[in-house]
């Protein structure tokens, strides 16, 4: 049995105060813990008495570093696990704090989840299945993940996958309609779209070229590709190489066989 003998308040922090027992320094206590327990100057502690205060004090460090750690933005409950886990607090006081944070409502990974889902699809105009993954990330269960993407609507992912598509459109002005749909395809798989979006959104887009654009195009491509096999290459072999390598990358017939034509003809110049 040990008597407090004096209470001091703590210079750097006037919330937390210094207990000594038999005029020895002891611990030292938030203020909330010392108004819990009633230490007072005179009170005679016992050593299940001490586990108590100091199990309650940790719990309230915890729960204190917390909210420093979500005062700079939302937090998941396995990123504040996380982060406490690695502060060295143990796995019992970190639930306590956890379900007092709940309590006072500083986590709420349902509110938490929805928010996370409105950023990625504003900022990074990501699908469901990248959401599904950065929740994951976050630890947030499956069933609560499940939940909360249900209100991401095919509509909606239509509507935000297809100004990524149009995005590339808009950037990729010297490649052909069959190679902005797989740039398109890749860009959306990437980033989490189902492949029944990702066919719905490249069917309705408008990403048919004229004929002064095919000559554009094939001016830029298929030099590239002529180069590359006239030198190993001629004759029949050329033609059809060169053929067979513009036909792979969406240039119609007509078009590619103007251009052989063309260069035959400079060739034979």
């Not at 922090?13 to 210094?18: G, K, L, P």
């Not at 005179?42 to 205060?53: A, N, Y």
């Not at 390598?245 to 034979?268: C, N, R, S």
Request: aromatic share 10%; net charge negative.
């Amino acid at each position: 049995m040990k008597k407090i003998t004096k209470i001091t308040r703590q210079k750097n922090n006037d919330e937390r105060y210094n207990i000594f027992l038999d005029e020895e320094y002891a611990f030292a206590v938030d203020e909330a813990v010392l108004i819990q327990f009633e230490l007072k100057k005179g009170k005679v502690l016992d050593e299940f008495d001490i586990g108590d205060i100091t199990y309650e004090e940790e719990i309230r460090k915890a729960f204190n570093k917390a909210l420093q750690f979500l005062s700079f933005q939302m937090r998941s409950e396995h990123e504040v696990k996380e982060k406490l886990l690695a502060q060295g607090f143990g796995e019992a006081v970190i639930l306590e704090a956890i379900q007092k944070l709940y309590r006072y409502n500083f986590l709420d990974d349902a509110a938490y989840s929805k928010a996370l889902l409105e950023t990625k699809k504003k900022t990074q105009k990501k699908g469901p299945r990248a959401i599904a993954q950065d929740m994951h990330k976050k630890g947030i269960d499956q069933q609560l993940q499940q939940q909360v993407l249900s209100d991401y609507s095919e509509q909606e992912q239509i509507n935000v996958a297809t100004q990524l598509a149009e995005k590339v459109v808009r950037g990729e002005t010297k490649k052909t309609p069959m190679q902005l749909k797989q740039k398109i395809q890749d860009l959306l798989l990437r980033k989490g779209y189902s492949f029944a979006i990702i066919t719905s959104v490249i069917e309705n887009i408008q990403i048919e070229r004229e004929g002064d654009d095919w000559e554009a195009l094939i001016e830029q491509q298929g030099e590239k590709v002529w180069r590359k096999y006239s030198a190993k290459y001629e004759g029949y072999d050329l033609r059809m190489r060169t053929k067979q390598a513009l036909y792979q990358k969406g240039f119609p017939t007509e078009v590619i066989d103007a251009f052989i034509d063309q260069k035959e003809q400079q060739e034979h110049e």
